[in-house]
């Protein structure tokens, strides 16, 4: 496989090509994917470009009982990659998906801290390359107790592209490229996905798989339909969702739990109508047991409450939803659902490999799945073509993406265990949770202590999951520094970077950026020129 690859502060992006040479083992002539949601179809995408043209067949099943989650609108920028990877425009699939641009997401009362209460987690981009440098200077000062202005929103543009409802595509002649990602409709996503991957030639059968057949070995030989048909394959992708009907219930393979630390396990969704001005910004409301989303598509706001049941009742989480949304006496049909948290052990696991919902999930708060879908199956097709299949591939395989999640897992806990609310029940018992990760407590105490975090990102698996700048971000954006009452006055040094002058030219910057409707009502097809700059800066 050939990557070309760009480098933002610590991420790596992989703009992944079929791959000429690959030794894909012989043995593997047909896989077989069970489950038809966004993971299903993201999966049949990326293996029926990479296998297809080697002969091997790719065929779908999907219940026609059970349906999708239908949920999971935001996504990180790397959904930018997977589309660009299989070559489809942003002008083709946006509209179909009333798909909009997402610069991040904004955290509101999360926090009581004053000139806290509110912040936002950027879409990092090339022009941050320019304030990085101060806002992670005056956060370190201000830990050390040095009155400085360390709030992340006024250093990064993506807070003023959000805040001023402008889309993150600058006019052709801007030197920088602002990194993005997207809301969409799920559902019509997972159509968009389905219709092109039929397309492409992936085979595609509705049918609702009632049993799975090992081989004496203990592999996967085939699963057996309502209708009595066996479907055979070499290797199957368990794409079932929460289910995990062939990674957890045929292959027992175990499941390692995040509940006690992350306690949301039930949601609640319902749409609202949008304006004219639509935001390129998710916006996170603490609510008192979760968090409720807003999520700008082109034709309505999707909402939705993540709640624990533990501390309140589905009818609570309804009602105080509708309260939140301004829709207490409104007939907008509510949606419930219910979410488990944690991970597979292994998510290759003999000729079987889960990817979406049923290999594990965080919690929607980053809305980091698709990425887990993507990074497991690109990183599947690698090894495939490695023609390394081994069980020393798996176990490397397993172990990257189990660090992934423990990663992300513990920036999700940061935004639960910094929050100051003591309002309810719920957040007091996860201000006093203290079953937090070693890498993750020794990450908080670097931070008190007033020393750099970046060595122990860099060093540990969280740094797999969120890049420095993040923690920066949500540890400032939180308002985790020494009471105000205790700050001195910087020194001429201390005090070296003017917020006036990151002020100047982040506005100078916006005025390069139109408003996000009116990008919106005419993407173009992406040029030659236009995806290099993307790529190779
Ligand atoms: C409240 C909530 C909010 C979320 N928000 C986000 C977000 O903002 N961003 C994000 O990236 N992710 C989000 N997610 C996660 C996201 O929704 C999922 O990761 C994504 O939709 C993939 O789901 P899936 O395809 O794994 O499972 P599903 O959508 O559940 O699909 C399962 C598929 O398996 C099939 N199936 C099941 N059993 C059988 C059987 N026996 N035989 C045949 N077929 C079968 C079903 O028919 C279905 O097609 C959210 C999740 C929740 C719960």
């Known amino acids: 496989m050939t990557n070309a690859t760009a480098t933002l502060f610590n991420y790596s992006f992989a703009l992944t090509q079929p791959n000429a040479h690959a030794k894909v083992p012989p043995a593997i002539r047909k896989i077989v994917i069970v489950g038809g949601g966004s993971a299903g179809w993201m999966c049949a995408m990326t293996l029926a470009a990479a296998l297809l043209p080697k002969g091997i067949q790719i065929e779908v099943l999907e219940s026609p009982v059970v349906g999708i989650i239908g949920v999971g609108e935001g996504s990180t920028p790397w959904l930018r990659g997977f589309f660009d990877s299989l070559g489809i425009e942003e002008s083709e699939w946006m509209p179909a998906c009333n798909a909009t641009y997402k610069c991040g997401i904004t955290f509101d009362n999360w926090s009581t801290k004053p000139g806290f209460e509110s912040y936002f987690h950027p879409f990092a981009s090339m022009l941050d390359n320019l304030t990085m440098t101060q806002f992670v200077y005056n956060s370190t000062a201000r830990t050390n107790g040095v009155d400085v202005h360390a709030h992340p929103n006024r250093f990064f543009i993506a807070s003023r592209l959000a805040e001023q409802c402008l889309a993150p595509k600058p006019e052709r002649n801007f030197p920088f490229d602002v990194w993005y990602g997207y809301h969409f409709d ?33 592999d996967i030989a085939a699963v057996v339909t309502d209708g009595e048909d066996s479907i055979a394959a070499d290797f199957f992708i ?38 004219d001005d639509i935001p390129p910004q998710t916006i996170s409301s603490a609510l008192r047991n979760g968090w409720a989303w807003k999520i700008p598509l082109t034709n ?38 219910k979410m488990k948290t944690g991970r597979v052990t292994k998510h290759w696991n003999r000729n079987c490999v889960a990817v979406g919902l049923s290999q594990g999930f965080i919690e929607p708060l980053e809305a980091t799945a698709l990425l887990f879908i993507q990074r497991t199956i690109s990183s599947f097709v690698e090894f495939l073509e490695s023609g390394d299949v081994s069980e020393a591939a798996q176990a490397r395989f397993n172990h990257a993406l189990n660090e992934h999640f423990e990663g992300t897992r513990d920036y999700i806990v940061t935004h639960y265990k910094t929050n100051s609310r003591e309002d309810t029940d719920y957040w007091r018992a996860n201000t006093a949770n203290a079953n937090l990760s070693e890498p993750l407590q020794q990450l908080y105490r670097q931070w008190m202590s007033g020393k750099s975090i970046v060595g122990d990102i860099n060093r540990q698996a969280i740094g797999k999951g969120y890049p420095v700048f993040s923690w920066y971000c949500i540890m400032s954006g939180m308002g985790i520094f020494p009471e105000p009452a205790t700050l001195r006055a910087p020194t001429p040094v201390e005090a070296r970077y003017r917020m006036t002058e990151i002020d100047n030219l982040l506005t100078r910057s916006a005025s390069n950026f139109r408003k996000h409707r009116d990008v919106l009502g005419g993407i173009p097809a992406k040029t030659r020129e236009d995806a290099l700059q993307i790529y190779f800066w």
């Open 186 to 218: 799920a559902v019509l996503l997972g159509q968009f996905l389905q219709k092109k991957a039929i397309e492409r030639g992936v085979k595609y059968r509705s049918c609702h798989v009632r049993n799975v057949q090992l081989a004496e070995n203990g």
């Open 300 to 337: 309505r706001y999707g909402n939705g409450y993540v709640y624990s049941s533990a501390f309140c009742s589905a009818e609570e989480a309804e009602r105080e939803l509708r309260e939140h949304l301004g829709l207490l006496d409104a007939p907008t049909e509510a949606r419930h659902l």
């Open 238 to 275: 368990d794409c079932t969702g929460f289910a995990g009907l062939l990674i957890q219930q045929a292959l027992k393979t175990p499941y390692v739990t995040f509940s006690n630390n992350l306690f949301n396990d039930a949601a609640v969704a319902m749409p609202t109508p949008i304006g």
